[in-house]
């Protein structure tokens, strides 16, 4: 439903061109809140004006685009109900407008002769151009840079009442010219949210277009390539914590040290495990934007409604999975990155991460700053009895999964969990935030949020991931003194506070976390921060050594031949080490 949704709102904004600016890109978030924007704005006139009195039209129309939009199904009665109007006027206009085809009647099901109610395609296409007339024009009131489309203004957020007021020096971003930065950033649902606030049209800080936001594949790649052509597209670089090494090692970023003590960036108000991610061999070249946990998605009616406890080990996980897999109905008892490539690679490390092992011989005890010796000196351990347990609990895993598992990432795993068709699902914690403030969510306040499952009752360990914002080496260093600046304000807890109360859990600032009115927004913020006393959250789960991507590539073939494809397990482990040191030994 959701994706039909978004399908029709690219649909609307083809129409209409009398309402300008049709090309006005509008969210479900968005949608929903100049739908109760409207709503609001409109019942003090129908209630305190001489003679006035509710639009019939106006008010059906409202609350069906946002039953819709909330994939809340409806029926007449409710309508006319939350219309507010009088049930014989009300029934009159429903009955006009099925007539007219702006309202489309759906079969109950079950032999019910009833019927829900929804817009039809014509209805909501043209409720979608005027919904983004409304914005273009509220946008363009309250002060819509010169030069920007209307879509890179965004409807919505808390923010929207109260500007946040940067921590550099006390000055409002906005006095600073930094229209002409360019960010390479991940493609997920923080960045994008990130993307709209700092977009928003009360602050001078650049264009939608200023913002290349890239599936994280992809942003390897690009990231790999602009930095080693030198090649000046980009200013700021959304670095994944694992890659590092990699970058921080061959020269590519440059050193942040002297510029962070200029800047409002207190390196104290940030946990050190944290803030260690970005500091290879004693210099810090990453500020952590946010961090997230991998964890454990539980439908919380389904177990009470079973007496069932919340499973603990990997084998209480496969038996409370069992329990509701159910295929015959499309449902499933788990979720989980099974796709070929970085999504299995990462699943295989994270389970090695509940054995209390990783991929090299390492302590397993949180960086203030990572170091590694030579490859060549380190021991890789993949082919050991840990990995053959974990792989034998991944084929455990596929026999309660959904159909597609092998395909699966982190994408879909949220889709199958979200709409309602699985009963757990391994997440990471900033995506499992759409559970409960997604619109289409069918599972809100139904999850119980939990470690991640541990191997016979060992210590949990919950992996810690998120990004990194560096700036590439070829920055020119005055250059470098401004962008720090704006990265100073990206970070500020005013900042990461605001993304958490707007449903983005988990922030890397003492001071954030801290902060009664962020620890109330989410049941995910009080739930990390209890394993984070307990010492569960580990960064060394995907150790950021240079060589991370090429372990990380190669894991994710030749664990998902093991898992899909029949290969031998003790084969597939032995030849993922020696594939490795060869490429290793290969380069040089």
């Known amino acids: 439903m959701a994706g039909k949704v978004v399908d029709k709102m690219k649909l609307a904004e083809q129409h209409s061109e009398a309402m300008q600016p049709q090309d006005a890109e509008l969210t479900s978030h968005e949608l929903s809140r100049i739908v109760d ?16 009195k509710p639009d019939v039209y106006f008010n059906i129309t409202l609350e069906l685009v946002d039953a819709h939009l909330r994939v809340n199904p409806i029926d007449k009665s409710g309508l006319i109900s939350l219309a507010d109007v009088p049930y014989s006027t009300g029934n009159r206009m429903i009955l006009k407008m099925i007539e007219d085809g702006l309202i489309r009647q759906v079969p109950r099901g079950n032999g019910l002769k009833t019927h829900f109610l929804e817009p039809s395609d014509t209805l909501l296409n043209t409720f979608m151009d005027y919904a983004s007339y409304v914005k273009g024009h509220l946008a363009k009131t309250f002060g819509l840079r010169r030069g920007m489309e209307t879509s890179e ?11 946040i007021i940067s921590p550099v020096r006390g000055e409002d971003i906005s006095s600073i010219n930094l229209g002409d930065i360019k960010f390479l950033l991940n493609d997920d649902n923080y960045f994008i949210a990130m993307r709209n606030m700092w977009s928003d049209f009360r602050n001078d800080f650049g264009k939608r277009s200023s913002f290349d936001l890239q599936r994280l594949p992809d942003l390897y790649a690009n990231t790999r390539r602009t930095l080693s052509e030198m090649s000046p597209c980009y200013d700021v670089v959304a670095m994944n914590m694992p890659w590092l090494g990699e970058f921080a090692e061959r020269g590519e970023l440059a050193p942040l040290d002297d510029l962070i003590s200029d800047a409002a960036i207190n390196a104290l108000d940030f946990h050190p495990s944290v803030w260690g991610t970005g500091n290879w061999k004693g210099t810090q070249y990453g500020i952590p934007l946010y961090c997230t946990i991998e964890i454990l998605a539980a439908r919380k009616d389904l177990f009470e409604s079973r007496g069932l406890a919340y499973p603990k080990t990997f084998d209480e996980t496969i038996a409370a999975a069992r329990e509701f897999h159910n295929p015959q109905d499309d449902f499933y008892g788990i979720a989980w990155n099974g796709q070929r490539g970085m999504p299995i690679a990462n699943s295989f490390m994270f389970f090695l991460a509940a054995c ?10 949180n960086q203030e700053s990572w170091s590694f010796d030579t490859f060549e000196k380190l021991k890789l351990q993949i082919d050991t009895e840990d990995a053959l347990e974990v792989i034998e609990y991944m084929k455990q895993l ?3 999964s959904p159909p597609d598992i092998a395909t699966m990432d982190w994408e879909r795993r949220i889709h199958y969990f979200m709409s309602g068709q699985t009963a757990l699902a391994y997440c990471w914690t900033m ?11 069918r599972v809100a306040r139904r999850v119980a949020y939990l470690p991640p499952p541990s191997r016979r009752m060992r210590r949990v360990s919950a992996p810690i991931g998120g990004f990194l914002l560096t700036i590439p080496a070829y920055v020119e260093p005055a250059r470098q003194k401004q962008i720090i600046d704006a990265i100073a304000w990206m970070v500020s807890p005013e900042a990461m506070k605001e993304h958490v109360k707007n449903g983005f859990p988990v922030a890397p600032r003492f001071s954030v976390c801290a902060d009664p009115e962020a620890l109330a927004s989410s049941p995910i913020v009080s739930m990390v921060d ?40 003790q084969r597939g ?12 030994r290969s380069a040089g």
Do not use: C
């Open 356 to 365: 209390r092992t990783t991929v090299i011989d390492m302590p397993l005890r």
């Open 398 to 400: 596929v026999e309660v």
């Open 530 to 569: 209890r394993m984070a006393r307990k010492n569960e959250l580990v960064t060394w789960a995907r150790p950021p050594v240079p060589e991370f991507n090429l372990i990380e590539r190669t894991l994710g073939e030749e664990i998902h031949d093991i898992v899909f494809n029949g290969k031998s397990p």
């Open 573 to 584: 482990l032995r030849d993922a080490e020696n594939r490795i040191l060869d490429a290793v």
């Open 37 to 52: 924007f409207l709503r609001q704005l409109r019942a003090p006139f129908d209630a305190n004006m001489p003679g006035g």
């Open 153 to 163: 203004y965004y409807f919505g957020g808390s923010y929207f009442a109260s500007q």
């Open 431 to 441: 995506r499992a935030a759409r559970f409960e403030h997604e619109l289409s969510s």
